[in-house]
């Protein structure tokens, strides 16, 4: 059996410098960053935007899900009855639920999609894979021991006979979703959850992978590790109406409708990026972020350079976003099936909601706020 390092060379990512160079480059990037901390910093929202696409204009009557207080009450008190609660951080990431999901129509679904993130969250912030490499060697095998039963629950749906606490909230959860969910869309919801479970449940950083990853290889595997995938699939859920790809694909709407899927999760996950910039890659010491890995792969970058393009590829996606939707938009108007026309219609509505919930719940949380090199980022 390969190890996922080897795995990933064989499906073709690229490792482009030997280790002690890159290692000597985040040396030199943590101390610009020292240097950058006291100057004006960037604001994010000009580096998202353009003369003509203003990134908070796009956001300005973005309104989160009207569930949201008893979604988030109901949700804390399943995760403290499991004990997989965070103190410190709980408060800060159980928030983006009723963001990145606006359009839920019951408290109830917007409960199970608040406990099917703050288990995620719990994950990311014990186990990730920032957090992976800090881990005791001990911790390191009860965490992959935790990932491949939480993968096999996923897969067969029934818990271990001795579940840990995490496993047991899984598989609560698991019920009350299966109890309300379209049964094909539960299938392939879980498989995207294990794929992105088997991603972000471990070391991803240059070390650990024996190399860094090429830029385009990174932007692809980070939508795995992202959580995109099922986050977007969950808003079927939340509205407890599923697309029918095969009419949507009869009806000549399959591939600008997958692209602007791809386009949410890149956007996602790479603006997280640089909200997250800091948490990661300065106090978790994580090189598995946009920024850094462009760095490593521009000879002569500096961080400054690394900031500005890594906002660039950002920004493209989010213009990109913008042309798709108003075209998808078009040719629904022209469509004769006016039932597929809606359907594609409201999932375009609900990518459009996780894309502005993006910008703005990065902007609201605590969660990335403190000193930094971001205007958007500092404590006011
Ligand atoms: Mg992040």
């Known amino acids: 059996m390969a190890t996922f390092v080897e795995a990933d060379v064989m499906r073709g990512f690229v490792v482009v410098e030997c280790l002690p160079e890159v290692e000597a480059k985040l040396v030199a990037m943590r101390a610009e960053y020292e240097e950058l901390l006291h100057g004006d910093g960037w604001s994010l929202q000009r580096l998202f935007s353009t003369p003509d696409f203003d990134i908070a204009a796009f956001c300005a009557d973005f309104r989160p899900n009207r569930f949201a207080a008893v979604a988030l009450a109901e949700t804390e008190s399943f995760c403290r009855r499991y004990g997989i609660w965070l103190e410190s951080t709980g408060t800060h990431y159980n928030s983006m639920t009723p963001y ?157 409708l997958a692209r602007l899927r791809r386009l949410t999760a890149d956007i996602g996950a790479l603006m997280n990026d640089l909200f997250s910039f800091e948490k990661e890659c300065i106090r978790d010491g994580a090189d598995f972020n946009l920024v850094s890995v462009w760095l490593l792969n521009t000879p002569g970058a500096r961080l400054a350079d690394a900031v500005e393009a890594a906002a660039g590829i950002v920004r493209d996606r989010l213009l990109e976003f913008v042309m798709l939707r108003d075209r998808i938009g078009a040719l629904c108007d022209a469509l004769p099936e006016r039932d597929v026309a809606v359907m594609v219609g409201t999932q375009v509505e609900d990518m459009s909601g996780c894309v502005r919930a993006t910008w703005v719940w990065q902007l609201t949380t605590l969660r990335y706020k403190g000193a930094s090199i971001f205007v958007e980022n500092r404590m006011t």
């Open 100 to 256: 990145l999901h606006p359009n839920t129509i019951s408290p109830e679904r917007m409960t199970t999609i608040g406990i099917y993130n703050a288990i995620l969250f719990w994950l990311n912030d014990t186990v990730g894979r920032e957090k992976f490499a800090n881990l005791t060697t001990v911790d390191q095998q009860r965490a992959t021991r935790t990932l491949r039963r939480l993968s096999a629950l996923l897969e067969t749906r029934s818990a271990a006979a001795d579940p840990d606490p995490v496993e047991l909230a899984s598989a609560e959860f698991l019920t009350l979703l299966a109890d309300s969910a379209d049964a094909a869309w539960l299938d392939e919801f879980l498989e995207s959850t294990r794929a992105h479970l088997n991603t972000a449940i471990r070391d991803q950083n240059a070390r650990a992978r024996g190399g860094v990853l090429g830029v385009t290889e990174y932007i692809d595997l980070r939508g795995d590790v992202s959580g995109m995938y099922p986050a977007i699939a969950l808003c079927e859920f939340g509205r407890d109406e599923y697309l029918r790809w095969d009419r949507i694909r009869a009806a000549g709407l399959g591939e600008p």
